[in-house]
C-alpha cells in the first residue's frame, strides 16, 4: 500500500524536499503491510513499521521484534516537532494510550485511544499525534503503552498499513 505517500499533480514526492530538509527529517510509515510482531500490554514498548524510513536527521533506529519494525529512535541535540498516526484494531470498550517518552520520562500522551466503528464490522483506535520537544542532548525516544483495557484484534496489519511517523528537526 502506498496511501501514507505525497503525491502531487499525480507525481510521487520526495518527503524530505517536501517538508523542507535544512535540518533533517525521519519518515516512518509508507503503508506497508506486516503483521505487528508481539502483543500490546501495558508497559509494553510500542514499535513502528518501515523497512525504508526517509531519514536524513541522523537518528539511530532501534531494531524491534521482527524485520522492518523500529522500537527506538535516538534523536540528536535540538528541537523536534513530531508528527504521527496510527489505528490499532481492538475489539470491546474501553482504552489505550501509547505515550511518547524521552528517556526515562513520560513526555506526552501520543494516542488516547477508544473503539470506533470501522467498515467491516471491527473496532480500531486511531488518533495523531502533534508534539513539540526540545533536546539538550542526544536522546532515545520510545512509545510505551500505558494502561490497556481493550483486546487487540487479530488483524493487526492494519498497525503498519495506517501508521506514520514524521519527525522534523527545527532548530
Known sequence: MSHNLY??????????????????????????????????????????YDPNPINTVGATLGT?????????????????????????????TGFLRIRLAEGATDKAQFFGLTPSYY????????RSLNHFTVLSSSTVISFTVRPISVTIASDKDRISES?????????
Open 7 to 48: 503525491t502531487i499533480n499525480n507525481n510521487g514526492g520526495d518527503v524530505a524536499s517536501y517538508h523542507g530538509a535544512g535540518l533533517g527529517v525521519l519518515y516512518i510509515g509508507h503503508g506497508g503491510t506486516s503483521t505487528y510482531p508481539t502483543t500490546l500490554n501495558d508497559g509494553d514498548t510500542f514499535e513502528w
Open 64 to 92: 524491534g521484534s521482527a524485520t522492518g519494525w523500529i522500537d527506538s529512535i535516538t534523536l540528536p541535540a535540538g528541537t523536534y516537532w513530531f508528527r504521527g498516526y496510527c489505528a490499532v484494531p481492538v475489539i470491546g
Open 119 to 126: 467498515n467491516d464490522g471491527g473496532f480500531q483506535s486511531a
Open 163 to 171: 501508521q506514520y511517523l514524521f519527525i522534523k528537526r527545527i532548530a
